[in-house]
């Protein structure tokens, strides 16, 4: 509800879903980032101009930790059913997890661990870090898991209008149009969606597309290794070599599942 009450029932929720996932990170993980995430309201100054939910990393000396922010300036764009995705998205095990071990890591230049950002590579893991929770059993009310499958949708939908705008040559309202019927999203919010693709083309697209490809180097791993495979181990090589264009991901995987093989 549009009440301070509302905002601090959201505001709790938030900080239980990172809370009880950080209790789950070592069944997912073997190398955890130093610095904490914690879960902060969005400041009143900015809230008019701030997206929905974010991450803001750590400072790279341990002074700060990583910030989940959510904005809480109208509840009515807030959908409960879609925090608890949100939360795994921008916190953990998403952004968080890929973000702040980067930061930590030795032997790489700065820009590798600083400034680096292949699109595909980081909203795809964080695509992939709404499902892994999924995967051992978090999601417990199925309305989170539907506003879960529902951000995955519109990822896919992204896709179609993406590719129809600056490959088809659709317009703007036959792109709006395709978001309303394929997506649970509001007008406003397809409308929103879609001015923001005429103006960062293809950025869109790399939330699925690296997503699956994760998955596919997942799979394939999975069927080399057999009862060998450790999604730990999996993740380990995904994030301790920085943010990495997709070719370069495939052939650390590759290497990886070589060395496991006899």
């Known amino acids: 509800p549009e009440t301070d009450q509302g905002r601090a029932k959201y505001l709790a929720k938030a900080v239980q879903i990172v809370d009880e996932m950080k209790k789950r990170l070592d069944e997912l993980f073997l190398t955890k980032p130093k610095a904490d995430i914690v879960v902060k309201a969005v400041e009143k100054f900015r809230e008019s101009s701030a997206g929905a939910a974010f991450y803001q990393q750590p400072a ?61 590579y ?37 896709l179609v209008v993406d590719t129809g705008m ?7 309202e036959e792109a709006i149009d395709s978001l309303k019927q394929n997506t649970p999203n509001s007008e406003g919010d397809c409308v929103d969606a879609i001015n923001r693709y005429i103006v960062m083309p293809s ?22 290794l057999g009862a060998k495979f450790d999604i730990r181990q999996f993740h380990e090589v995904v994030l301790t070599n920085g943010a990495l264009p997709l070719d370069v991901l495939e052939d650390l995987v590759n290497r990886w599942i070589k060395s496991k093989q006899p």
């Open 166 to 172: 600056h490959a088809k040559k659709w317009t703007r």
């Open 203 to 224: 950025q869109a697209t790399a939330y699925k597309i690296g997503m699956l490809k994760i998955l596919e180097l997942r799979e394939k791993a999975k069927r080399a």
């Open 60 to 120: 790279p000396d341990g002074s700060r930790p990583g910030m989940f922010y959510v904005n809480l300036r109208s509840m009515h764009d807030q959908p409960v059913y879609e925090l608890e995705a949100l939360a795994h998205h921008e916190g953990i095990p998403g952004h968080h997890m890929q973000i702040a071990i980067a930061q930590e890591l030795t032997g790489i230049p700065k820009f590798r661990k600083l400034g680096a950002r292949f699109t595909a």
């Open 122 to 158: 980081t909203e795809g893991w964080g695509l992939y870090s709404e499902l892994t929770p999924k995967e051992i059993g978090m999601y417990h009310d199925p309305y989170s898991d539907f506003g879960r499958l529902s951000l995955e949708l519109l990822r896919a939908a992204r």
